[in-house]
């Protein structure tokens, strides 16, 4: 099976950490619950929601290039789905050398056949135009992510959907964790 997988939130927990750096940049005021659950819809919302400013996301950025990828560390499980998988791709609006230092420090690079990163110039999720140029190089089977915006332009191009730790109606598949994968 062909796999495009989104990043954060589905293949590496990097939620704790960057739940962490909002909860300080927005001054301990909002809850880290209330936090993550904006998170999870996505990084621009969450901007909106909170009215951050410039240099409060500049703040946030120069934070998140600082962590060392044991704080963001893969799910458990997840490294015996990408074994088996016949081509996995990345589709991430996290910027290339981020994704790149963490792949590196866990070993994974040679897991991924391609990589489209945030900073490749590709419109950002849920524009499907990623999701085309993989698919139709790559014949993708599946799409797992953490969010709805990670399976809208998959279900558009007819490909099969897994939501990984979130119940939004729509996916095909859904996971709470990687050994149910093989249940």
Not at 135 to 143: P, W
């Amino acid at each position: 099976m062909n796999i495009l997988w989104d990043f954060d939130g589905t293949l590496f927990d990097t939620y704790p950490a960057y739940t962490d750096i909002l909860y300080e940049v927005l001054g301990g005021l909002i809850s880290k619950q209330e936090i993550l659950k904006h998170l999870k819809i996505s990084f621009t919302h969450t901007v909106k929601q909170y009215g951050l400013s410039e240099s409060q996301i500049k703040r946030i950025f120069a934070k998140e290039r600082k962590l060392h990828p044991e704080k963001t560390p893969p799910f458990p499980n997840v490294e015996n789905i990408l074994k088996i998988a016949e081509v996995n791709v990345i589709m991430t609006h996290k910027a290339r050398q981020e994704v790149m230092d963490i792949l590196e420090h866990y070993g994974w690079v040679d897991y991924f056949k391609e990589i489209v990163a945030g900073d490749d110039g590709y419109p950002r999720k849920p524009d499907p135009t990623t999701y085309i140029y993989l698919h139709n190089k790559y014949k993708l089977g599946l799409v797992i992510g953490d969010r709805e915006i990670d399976i809208m332009p998959a279900k558009t191009l007819g490909i099969k959907t897994c939501l990984f730790q979130n119940s939004t109606p729509g996916a095909d598949l859904y996971l709470n964790a990687y050994e149910d994968f093989f249940k």
